[in-house]
């Protein structure tokens, strides 16, 4: 007997058919939620404040090494004038760091509202060396006293002004890290008063 024949319809049926199959069977979703067509796909739309954020950061970020570089001078720049206006003002905020702190802040005011003989000690420099510059050797000799006599002074002041700086600073900031302060305020007695940065905020004689 022959064998059953093989219908035709099955061999040579469309395969578009097939194909389309799925793709009418798929499921439509209505979506009714708007995306942000700048918004990457598969993720959900940022909020306005967060889009703007993240221009602003793309916007401000340098893209040249030139425009980097121009940033930091800028930003140098800007820095360094806070600085000198805290310099001339005492804002803690932007003081240098040698100068800023409660311990350092105290030794600037203990020295500031007291006389110290190592203040005036360029002006007196300038008129010795004047004085030793005369022909004259009276004035000369005179001139070689007074250098001993203003050394002499400088070191005892210094001495006294380090003791007692040195107990004011144990008995107001015990639990403070007070290492180069002492060293911090005879450094300040050598500049004159008008010259001393940061600018003195406590009057002679007041207490600081």
């Known amino acids: 007997m022959p064998p059953n024949p093989v219908p035709l319809g099955f061999v040579f049926r469309s395969r578009a058919k097939e194909e389309k199959a799925p793709a009418d069977k798929a499921p439509v979703t209505d979506s009714k939620q708007t995306r942000d067509p700048q918004a990457p796909k598969g993720r959900p739309t940022p909020k306005r ?4 954020t993240q221009r602003r950061s793309v916007a401000n970020t340098p893209t040249t090494r030139k425009e980097a ?5 800028d930003e140098r720049r800007t820095q360094m004038e806070r600085q000198r206006q805290a310099l001339a003002s005492g804002d803690e905020r932007y003081l240098p760091a040698r100068d800023k702190g409660p311990v350092r802040k105290f030794a600037r005011d203990f020295v500031d509202s007291r006389f110290c003989i190592a203040e005036f ?8 060396l004047v004085m030793s510059m005369v022909r004259i050797g009276s004035l000369q000799n005179i001139a070689l006293l007074l250098w001993l006599v203003v050394i002499v002074m ?55």
């Open 121 to 128: 000690f360029l002006p007196l420099a300038v008129v010795i």
């Open 154 to 208: 400088i070191v005892v002041d210094s001495i006294g002004i380090a003791i007692r700086l040195k107990k004011q600073l144990a008995t107001r900031f015990p639990d403070l890290p007070k290492k180069g302060a002492v060293a911090y305020a005879l450094m300040r007695t050598l500049q004159m008063r008008r010259l001393r940065l940061p600018k003195p905020q406590v009057k002679r004689g007041e207490r600081p």
């Open 49 to 52: 404040s967060e889009a703007q």
């Open 69 to 73: 570089a121009k940033r930091q001078r």
